[in-house]
């Protein structure tokens, strides 16, 4: 990230506050036929992972954003089902990148 350990510290922070709380809310935006605010959170997710350089769950969620704006609803909550595996996975990446 190009960032000093303390930045580096703070932006995994935002991230284990904030991404948990978009996949809730994409989640939901999706059981609840929401197309507006599914799309809405995939595009957000999309960009922040991205320049997070979290690239592979960067892509999972421009998948999930090109399904909803596809209008393929039916098809995106088995992407959204990835994501918190996904999430999981870029935590340990940031944390083993940037130990505390």
Request: no cysteine.
């Amino acid at each position: 990230m190009g960032a000093s350990a303390e930045l580096a510290q703070e932006l995994i922070a935002l991230f284990q506050e904030d991404v948990p709380a978009r996949l809730d809310l994409l989640k939901a935006a999706l059981a609840g036929g929401d197309a507006g605010q599914a799309l809405a959170e995939a595009h957000q997710l999309k960009g922040s992972l991205g320049n997070l350089g979290l690239l592979r769950f960067a892509d999972l969620a421009a998948r999930l954003e090109a399904l909803v704006r596809e209008g393929r609803l039916d098809l995106a909550p088995a992407l959204a089902d990835a994501m918190p595996g996904a999430y999981a996975e870029a935590l340990r990446a940031l944390q083993d990148a940037f130990p505390a």
